[in-house]
């Protein structure tokens, strides 16, 4: 064999070796693109399920919010019904005893006119003021123990909500 012909050939086997070689680093080069291609997309697919979760989780926690404070709402609202009512009816008491005590000190002054010495007035005024004093002291006793008992009714609907809260985010700690 010539040194031509085994030169053509060497170089011919040589860029036969190339091409082989070319063609397995483009085969390795495009397996470890599409490998990376793979990762990356798994990669994408993990971080948006993350993502859907933590929206999820949101909004879960803003409608429970939203629902939480639509209860402080309406438990503040009830409170000031109890309370309105109440205040209604401590008023509509103090106005009867009002008008009772008006009625009684009339009717002593009546009585007064009438009296036939200086002791039997001042009785009837002594008489009357024992008596102012002692329903006085009665009532205010009794507006007293219903105010206390009206604050008690209006604060259970907010007391409950802040038990309620405790309790929730105690257990969300």
């Known amino acids: 064999m010539s040194v031509k012909a085994?030169?053509?050939?060497?170089?011919?086997?040589?860029?036969?070796?190339?091409?082989?070689?070319?063609?397995?680093?483009?085969?390795?080069?495009?397996?470890?693109?599409?490998?990376?291609?793979?990762?990356?997309a798994s990669g994408f697919s993990e971080t948006q399920a993350k993502v859907k979760?933590?929206?999820?989780?949101?909004?879960?926690?803003?409608?429970?919010?939203?629902a939480f404070s639509q209860g402080n709402v309406e438990a503040m609202m009830k409170s000031g019904q109890i309370w309105a009512a109440g205040v209604q009816d401590i008023s509509k008491q103090m106005a009867a005893t009002a008008q009772a005590s008006?009625?009684?000190?009339?009717?002593?002054?009546?009585?007064l006119a009438s009296v036939k010495s200086?002791?039997?007035a001042i009785d009837l005024q002594a008489s009357l003021a024992r008596s102012t004093l002692e329903k006085t002291l009665s009532e205010s006793g009794k507006f007293t123990d219903a105010s206390l008992k009206l604050t008690e009714q209006a604060l259970a609907p907010i007391t409950a909500?802040?038990?309620l809260a405790v309790e929730k985010f105690a257990k969300s700690a």
């Open 6 to 40: 085994k030169a053509t050939e060497t170089a011919m086997a040589a860029g036969e070796i190339a091409g082989v070689t070319a063609t397995r680093g483009i085969e390795a080069t495009v397996g470890n693109l599409k490998d990376g291609m793979a990762k990356a």
């Open 53 to 66: 979760e933590g929206m999820e989780k949101v909004m879960k926690t803003a409608e429970e919010l939203m």
């Open 102 to 111: 008006f009625d009684e000190t009339v009717a002593t002054f009546k009585a």
């Open 118 to 120: 200086l002791k039997d």
């Open 161 to 163: 909500r802040v038990t």
